[in-house]
C-alpha cells in the first residue's frame, strides 16, 4: 500500500511560486507513475502534471505548462510540483497521486492511490 501526503500549499500572491511535495510511503514508490491533479471550488478535478516512474517522462496539461514542472526523488519517495508565475485561476485543492504502472498516466482513473489535498490560493 502507498500513502500519500501533500504539503507546501499556501496563500501567495499572483506572480509568486510555490513548491508542493508530496511524501509517500511504501516500498513500492519508486516503480509508481506519479501526478498531481487539481479541484476549484465548483468544479471538475482537473489533471495537471504526470512523472513517469523514473522520471524519464513528463506531461502538463495546457494551463500550466511552462509554468509548473513535476520532478521526483526516489532516493526520499518525493514528487514536487513547482509552480511558477501563480496566477488566481491557479487556486484549488491540490492532490497528489499514484498509478500502479511505470507509464505517464493523466487520466484520473488510471491512479488508484490519493493524497488528502493541499490548498493553493493565489490573490490578485
Known amino acids: 500500500q502507498v500513502q500519500l501526503v501533500e504539503s507546501g500549499g499556501g496563500l501567495v500572491q499572483a506572480g509568486d511560486s510555490l513548491r508542493l511535495a508530496c511524501a509517500a510511503s511504501g516500498r513500492t514508490f519508486s516503480s509508481r507513475a506519479m501526478g498531481w491533479f487539481r479541484q476549484a471550488p465548483g468544479k471538475e478535478r482537473e489533471f495537471v502534471a504526470a512523472?513517469?516512474?523514473?522520471?524519464?517522462?513528463?506531461a502538463y496539461s495546457d494551463s500550466v505548462k511552462g509554468r509548473f514542472t513535476i520532478s521526483r526523488d526516489n532516493t526520499k519517495n518525493t514528487v514536487y510540483l513547482q509552480m511558477n508565475s501563480l496566477k488566481p485561476e491557479d487556486t484549488a485543492m491540490y492532490y497528489c497521486a499514484a498509478t500502479p504502472g511505470v507509464g505517464i498516466a493523466v487520466r484520473q482513473y488510471e491512479y488508484n492511490r490519493w493524497g488528502q489535498g493541499t490548498q493553493v490560493t493565489v490573490s490578485s
Open positions: 512523472i513517469s516512474w523514473n522520471g524519464g517522462g513528463t
